[in-house]
């Protein structure tokens, strides 16, 4: 039996608390990025991104009334550092995984997101890795070195491998760096899928889409100490096929 479509008055009262949610997200930033930029400029540290940053994520899946399904949280040791890799569909990829996984996840992030207001200034004080993409070699060498500095404190690293948000909700092909990372530093892969956040704000759109559910799913770490860095490719691929394999695309 085909579901009935919502009525006119439900689509109108979803778009509005979409409307009020995407203006809330706005004003969240502003707090808590306002908040974790006095706080460093005070303390000297960049704690305060990692502990306000999960409540802003939390707060903005509130408003917008996502809740997550998390699993495979068990696999993971919380002291130990890893580079963890993931599928991208959404902006609400990185608010879902801050919110739910209980690490210190650090992103690589394009310096093109520090002209943001707000963010951008608490993002350039945070312990986040900033990067000129258009200067790959540079890149790689900010990450190898951030890493190195905090390789045995649990600092764990995100890598969109996809390089973009998926435009169809298909798994793409997978670039390197999160698996060159790991080769090179000896760190466990942790293959991660996010599944559903692309529903609520695909590419182009700017009004949120409210009410759902996420599911995020962490693989079973993958040692690479004694990997052969030859076989690079290989291990991208493996990483991307456990991925498609935790991942729901109609989710």
């Known amino acids: 039996m085909t579901p009935r ?51 802003w994520c939390r707060w903005i899946l509130a408003v917008c009334g996502i809740q997550i399904d998390v699993e495979g949280l068990d696999h993971l040791d919380r002291t130990r550092s890893y580079v963890i890799i993931s599928n991208h569909l959404s902006n609400f990829d990185i608010w879902a995984t801050v919110a739910a996984v209980p690490l210190n996840i650090h992103f690589v992030a394009k310096k093109e997101l520090l002209r943001l207001p707000i963010f951008g200034q608490a993002l350039a004080l945070s312990d986040h890795i900033i990067i000129d993409r258009s200067n790959p070699e540079a890149a790689i060498a900010r990450i190898n070195e951030r890493v190195a500095q905090q390789i045995e404190g649990g600092f764990c690293v995100l890598f969109y491998a996809e390089g973009t948000r998926s435009r169809d909700g298909k798994v793409h092909a997978f670039k390197k760096g999160g698996v060159t990372l790991a080769l090179q530093t000896g760190l466990p892969i942790v293959p991660m899928s996010v599944s559903g956040t692309r529903k609520f704000l695909p590419r182009s759109h700017v009004i949120i889409r409210p009410g759902g559910r996420v599911k995020v799913v962490l693989g079973r770490p993958m040692e690479t100490r004694d990997y052969p860095f030859e076989r690079r490719d290989e291990l991208n691929e493996q990483v991307r096929q456990v991925i498609i394999r935790n991942y729901v695309e109609d989710y």
Not at 9 to 24: E, K, Q, S, V
Request: charged residues 10%; proline residues 2%.
């Open 5 to 55: 479509a919502p009525s006119l008055l439900t689509r109108i009262a979803r778009w509005l608390w979409g409307l009020a949610a995407t203006l809330a997200i706005f004003f969240i930033t502003v707090w808590w990025g306002g908040l974790c930029i006095v706080t460093i400029l005070i303390t000297r540290r960049g704690w305060a991104a990692d502990v306000y940053g999960r409540i």
